[in-house]
């Protein structure tokens, strides 16, 4: 899968679209001006080049439930236009473990406690001792129970594209289709909720943490979005 597609869809352009790639050195740059970074006995991201040309890779240290959270200090993300399409796509996803590590590809409310609670995002994660995808959304969570989210085996350590798309209703805020692509195919939706995160900016927030003492890692090259502008 290119990672300028989107299942079968190109990513929009031209006017009244926000088209944005992130790639690896914009994440390997820590910078306060780009990222905010929370580790937990862990090194950071680091750039890496190998046959996929280029990614970045966050190493967490060696102790059990070592971490590494990645936010966007940028909150650009807010899914309040009625009747647009929201694109995000995370391209060549590597995990280094397919079993005893958490992870977290998000569009969230900044927090410093991605494992314990986002309150507003959407989501790809994976748990610790699950080889499950976990899709989903959060709006005003309290607690990670309060979670909109589907279970889907498969988790290997493989690379793959992880996209989600928002189809929002025309009318109510709030209310949407929202459908998950595993490498352009569909793997959780269309789902329709009424629960949808509307009234928060999110960021970008990117999680890793070691589910047993033995250093784990995610890899990924780059991150797509194509989002509505509001006039």
Not at 35 to 47: D, I, K, M, Q, R
Not at 110 to 116: D, H, L, N, P, Q
Not at 212 to 218: G, I, T, V
């Amino acid at each position: 899968m290119s990672s300028n597609t989107f299942g079968i869809e190109n990513f929009s352009s031209g006017p009244g679209r926000l088209r944005k790639s992130i790639t690896f050195t914009d994440l390997v740059s820590i910078s306060a001006l780009a990222w905010v970074y929370t580790l937990t006995n862990s090194f950071g991201p680091t750039e890496v080049n190998d046959a996929r040309g280029g990614g970045v890779t966050f190493t967490n240290g060696t102790a059990d439930n070592d971490a590494i959270e990645a936010q966007s200090v940028s909150e650009f993300v807010r899914l309040n236009l009625t009747g647009q399409t929201y694109k995000f796509l995370f391209t060549q996803v590597d995990l280094s473990d397919a079993t005893q590590m958490d992870m977290i590809l998000a569009l969230c409310k900044r927090t410093t406690t991605m494992f314990t609670l986002m309150s507003d995002a959407l989501f790809w994660r994976k748990a610790d001792g699950e080889t499950d995808w976990r899709t989903g959304h959060a709006f005003n969570a309290a607690a990670v129970g309060d979670y909109s989210e589907h279970a889907n085996t498969g988790v290997d350590t493989d690379p793959h594209d992880l996209g989600i798309k928002v189809e929002t209703d025309g009318n109510t805020l709030g209310e949407a289709d929202v459908t998950f692509y595993l490498d352009g195919v569909v793997l959780d939706g269309p789902y329709h909720t009424t629960t949808l995160p509307h009234d928060e900016e999110l960021c970008i927030g990117i999680g890793v943490m070691n589910g047993e003492a033995a250093a784990k890692s995610l890899s990924l090259q780059s991150i797509e979005i194509d989002i509505p502008i509001a006039a």
